[in-house]
């Protein structure tokens, strides 16, 4: 179903990038920063990043690249969330990322100039290299120094180029939806389409179906309660829109790699 990664690790990277083909979650911060507008779609709602400026996002919501970064180099750090969560960031940045917001600073510069450390950065983060603790160390000082620049900073969305009105418009009203029984035909409708036709335009945008993306939000939810609630398993299931618990139990696994009561024991302290 789609692109399903548990996380791409501690990393980091810097290259000029296509569109993404597919929309996909893994359960890291990711952190990025170009020197032209990036636009993603994230958890159903268009978001456009400023060129210069650093935003950071919980990548476990569904998200996808739109548009490619026209030749210019974009730099992006992950951080697994269990790893972050042992740095002691501020509660008030992760309950935001909880939340599904993008969180942005205005410009990448000094101490948060991302693109500056890639290449050393993408290096040295392999567990073989010798200056590996160092890196570490000044990520995980990177990674405070931005949630604390981005607490102040309000949501970056506005509607963008980079995709079908209709695609957008429907992967939002999934996302806005997505607890409650809805269908195909009702996506559909939402945008005056035919289910069959909306299913094609879904799909060869998105890179998923519509089904599959309605699953990625609801998992998405249900990580999100597993973190901050002390729900039981089979409410939080039935929060996050599952009518069945063992088709709960499937597509979790199949999305994290593990059960939701060891996805909540793994994050817990």
């Given amino acids: 179903m789609g692109a399903t990664i548990p996380s791409f690790d501690l990393a980091c990277w810097r290259g000029a990038v296509p569109r993404m083909s597919v929309a996909h979650t893994h359960d890291d911060l990711e952190f990025n920063s170009a020197p032209v507008e990036l636009e993603y779609l994230v958890d159903g709602r268009q978001v456009v990043i400023p060129a210069g400026a650093l935003a950071v996002f919980w990548a476990a919501r569904p998200h996808q690249l ?10 992006w750090l992950t951080v697994p969330l269990a790893q972050a969560r042992g740095w002691r960031l501020p509660g008030e940045f992760l309950t935001r990322m909880f939340a599904g917001d993008v969180a942005v600073t205005e410009q990448a510069v000094g101490p948060l100039a991302l693109a500056e450390r890639a290449v050393s950065w993408g290096a040295e983060l392999d567990p073989t290299h010798p200056l590996h603790r160092a890196a570490v160390t000044e990520v995980q000082a990177f990674v405070l120094r931005a949630a ?8 970056v969305e506005k509607v963008g180029g980079g995709l079908r009105a209709d695609v957008a418009d429907m992967a939002a009203w999934i996302a806005r939806h997505a607890a409650e029984d809805i269908t195909v035909a009702a996506v559909a409708a939402h945008v005056h389409l035919h289910p069959n036709h909306a299913m094609t335009v879904f799909r060869h945008a998105l890179g998923v179906t519509i089904g599959e993306y309605l699953a990625q939000c609801r998992i998405a939810r249900a990580r999100e309660l597993l973190l901050t609630t002390d729900d039981a398993i089979p409410d939080i299931a039935a929060s996050a829109g599952f009518g ?3 088709q709960f139990y499937a597509r979790f696994r ?3 790699g593990e059960a ?4 909540r024991r793994r994050h817990s302290g």
């Fill in 66 to 75: 739109v548009r490619d970064s026209g030749g210019s180099e974009l730099a």
């Fill in 148 to 155: 604390f620049a981005t607490a102040a900073e309000g949501r």
């Fill in 244 to 246: 069945s618990l063992s």
């Fill in 254 to 256: 199949d999305q994290t």
């Fill in 260 to 263: 939701p009561a060891a996805y």
